[in-house]
């Protein structure tokens, strides 16, 4: 075998470890991804699972706000169905619903002393509080791993072999507008 040869295949040798290397880490970014909203989902599942019971012990008060527990309800159902389909971008708004929702919920139930004073409410409210800001932590690291997963997607040499091997561009979860916005406590209140 020739010098030239033994360089020639040295450097394809070379070139096909590189390309087994990129390949390799577009997995690992996809799988921590699917990971990601994994745990986001896991988190989603609770909450979704406590939201009965929080209503439920409301509805108790004869005259607690119906139409807050209908809006929480619905949100609640809302949530569930972007969740089941993974819809990153209805999930996001459904998200900012349930969360006004649930603010309102836990506001109005200021007014009502014994609902209140229910041990039974109040550790359902500290246990869906809990579950939100994990589902927040959690959101933010999805993002994270979108980012740098879509960063390498889009990166040469890695999008020749993201192409080649159809990596995609993952959605990143954004919430709407009205949770982003200040809250207005005298609507919240009124």
Known sequence: MSIGNMIFFGV?????????????????????????WANIDVLLKQRHDELPKLVEVC??????????????????????S?????????????EGALRMG????????EAYPELKANEHFMQLQQRITSLENGIADRRELYNDAVNINN?????????VIARLFNFEIKPLLEFSAAEKADVDMKQLFG
């Open 102 to 109: 649930l603010g309102r919920l836990f506001a109005v139930a």
């Open 12 to 36: 394809l040798a070379i070139v096909a470890i590189y390309g087994i290397m990129l390949y390799n880490g577009l997995v690992a970014l996809k799988h921590n991804v699917a990971k990601a």
């Open 59 to 80: 509805k108790q008060y004869k005259q607690f706000e119906q139409e807050t527990l209908q809006r929480v309800i619905e949100a609640r159902s809302q949530v569930q």
């Open 151 to 159: 960063v390498r997607v889009e990166q040469f040499p890695d999008a």
């Open 82 to 94: 972007a969740r089941e389909t993974q819809n990153i971008g209805a999930l996001g708004e459904a």
